[in-house]
């Protein structure tokens, strides 16, 4: 057990010290490589076996998708559709930032996409009616969150593709508490702008002109209205696998950027393809060292060995499972949501595999565990993304965000982790073979 | 100053060539699994090993675009001392320089797995399942990707120990590619 403390404490410094994650993972990697005297050329095999998967090729494509959404104005129409929908309600620029976060959630499937698509887009927006940029800033980090609830979703690609689980049933364990999410932030953004003088609201209209605008928001934003109805029709509709829906996605975005909206040129189409294959690359890096890493502790047991030992904390499942959270919450206010998906999906799941969770039900307890922990500071990844997007520092955004956060994403946290069926219910419903 | 020109020129150059690898690999794998869609669902045939071409693809932009990021100094960081140091700049220079000194370090160890790895791969030859291509192809960027990351990582701790020195940054002089 002293070689994993060591090795956990070895992964802690260079995190805290600025080292570049996947060359953390190296560090602690080279530890346990020179204790257990293990070949490491035999490892960087294993990798690259283990990498070898059309199913990884899906982060590469929904981070592209992501990318396009912007570059096309693909993003920009859906936001449009939103305020439409909800824009002439006291505090309805606030809910647009909710809904359209979800509905990119729906496309892309990171919090970033979500983020850096709805800051750039919503913060002037949002300004220009009253709203403190603190607030904006704040409110889009926390709901970003969306991004990685709603399918689909890159930790889920990951989540899946490292337990070795369905990935289309990972999708749809996240999809009620993202909802609940959706419904509790709606309700906040409501009670806090009653509270914002400032804060101004477009007349009200008839409901026959508000059925018009809606539907000339909803024919505008038509080719871009299709985009979540390709990628999530092809899986569940059992056309495509997540891969092959992703790329049918990028394709048309690109069909659409060019023939359609006109926006997209050769050079932002190269510039977006480079942009976003870095990024990928950088998370495929990880996944890469991850991978190497998760063989030396199953060969060590280090999993089943956490497992013991919080067991021998308590045998109850709810103490079990409050443990978890807390870990959960920790790694996210360390590191991206990626990371933490990758490295905690392998070290935690014996242990709750031991008090008889469903592995569907652990794909939502991280998934919200891991967007609460990315908008909670010292890191909060997604909150510093937010501010420099708003050009807003953190002691402008923290107070409203921190709202957010113990109001809304804390109690969803808690309920997906209690109540199973938030997160089965789907899953059951759609794919009974896979998940019973 | 003809000696600080032509680095300069090659440095821009040696990113050019990365870039363009990146968005040709990751075209090329994206394809590939299009043209099997495409194929699957409208002419009702599949192309034999298009996977292994998509996947082998692949593995060029995983790791050239990795070293992209090292370029960029675009890797994902914690940097939780930084934050709390954000007051003190001499003290988020030494931060930086050991910082910079760990990740040189350990993406030499990788380099030097890497390269155990692929002196191996070389010998052993082994070829794809379905169309017979050398997979040292699809292996051999591990290799160039972390030895470019390690030549980076370098790059990022001569500037940062100048930076803590008092010394003009490398990256003044450095630009961009564009």
């Avoid at chain 1, 985009?227 to 056309?239: A, E, Q």
Wanted: positive net charge; aromatic residues 10%.
């Amino acid at each position: 057990m002293s070689a994993v403390i060591i090795d956990v404490i070895i992964l802690l410094a260079l995190l805290v010290l600025g080292v570049p994650i996947p060359l953390c993972f190296v560090g602690a990697i080279m530890f346990l490589g020179l204790s257990t005297g293990i070949d490491m050329g035999q490892m960087m095999a294993a990798g690259f076996s283990s990498l070898s998967s059309i199913t990884l090729l899906a982060v590469a494509a929904f981070i592209l998708v992501g990318g396009l959404m912007n570059a096309t104005g693909i993003a920009d129409r859906l936001v449009k559709f939103a305020e439409a929908l909800v824009g002439r309600i006291k505090g309805g620029l606030g809910a647009v930032c909710v809904v359209s976060c979800a509905i990119m959630g729906a496309i892309a499937g990171t919090c970033s996409a979500a983020v850096a698509a709805m800051g750039t887009v919503m913060i002037p927006e949002m300004e220009r009616q009253g709203y403190p940029r603190g607030y904006s800033t704040g409110l889009i980090a926390c709901a970003s969150v969306l991004g990685q609830l709603i399918p689909p979703s890159l930790p889920m690609i990951l989540f899946g593709y490292v337990l070795q689980l369905s990935v289309a049933a990972c999708f749809l364990s996240t999809v009620g508490p993202g909802l609940i999410l959706v419904v509790i932030y709606l309700i906040l953004n409501r009670l806090m702008v009653n509270r914002m003088p400032s804060v101004t609201t477009p007349p009200r209209i008839s409901g026959r002109e508000q059925v018009k605008e809606v539907g000339r928001a909803a024919y505008r934003g038509s080719w871009a209205l299709v985009m979540p109805v390709i990628v999530l029709g092809s899986i569940y509709g059992g056309i495509a696998i997540p891969t092959e829906a992703a790329t049918v996605a990028c394709v048309y975005g690109i069909l659409v950027g060019f023939f359609v909206y006109k926006g997209l040129t050769l050079r932002k189409l190269y510039g977006t393809v480079l942009s976003m294959g870095v990024t990928t690359a950088v998370v495929i890096l990880m996944v890469y060292f991850v991978m190497i890493l998760g063989r030396l502790y199953a060969y060590e047991q280090i999993p089943q060995k956490i497992a013991a030992g919080m067991v021998a904390v308590s045998e109850n499942k709810y103490v079990i499972l409050a443990m978890v959270n807390l870990f959960l919450i920790i790694i996210g206010m360390l590191m991206d949501d990626t990371s933490g998906t990758l490295l905690t999906a392998p070290l935690l799941w014996p242990v709750l595999e031991s008090v008889g969770i469903s592995p569907y039900h652990f794909a939502a307890i991280m998934g919200t565990n891991l967007g609460l922990g990315n908008v909670t500071p010292p890191c909060a990844p997604i909150l510093y993304l937010a501010g420099r997007i708003g050009n807003v520092p953190l002691e402008k955004m923290i107070k409203p965000a921190a709202v957010f956060m113990v109001f809304g994403s804390l109690p969803v946290v808690l309920i997906t982790t209690y109540w199973p069926g938030l997160s089965l219910f789907l899953p059951r419903l759609i794919m009974p073979d896979i998940v019973p | 100053m003809t000696a600080k020109k032509t680095a300069l020129a090659i440095w821009k150059w040696l990113a050019k060539v990365q870039q363009y690898i990146v968005v040709v690999s990751l075209a090329t794998s994206l394809g590939f699994v299009f043209a099997e869609v495409l194929l699957r669902n409208f002419i009702k045939t599949s192309l034999f090993g298009t996977s292994e071409l998509a996947i082998m693809s692949s593995w060029w932009f995983y790791l050239i675009g990795a070293s992209v990021g090292a370029w960029e100094r675009s890797h994902v960081k914690a940097d939780i001392l930084l934050v709390f140091a954000k007051r003190i700049p001499h003290r988020m220079a030494q931060i930086r320089v050991v910082s910079s000194l760990l990740s040189l370090s350990l993406c030499a160890v990788a380099t030097s797995w890497a390269f155990i790895y692929i002196d191996r791969a070389f010998d052993l030859g082994r070829v794809s399942f379905y169309l017979r291509i050398p997979m040292v192809y699809a292996q051999f960027p591990i290799l160039i990707g972390l030895i470019l990351m390690s030549f980076y990582f370098l790059v990022q701790l001569v500037d940062h120990v100048l930076q803590l020195t008092g010394k003009r940054p490398i990256e003044a002089y450095m630009g961009d590619t564009n």
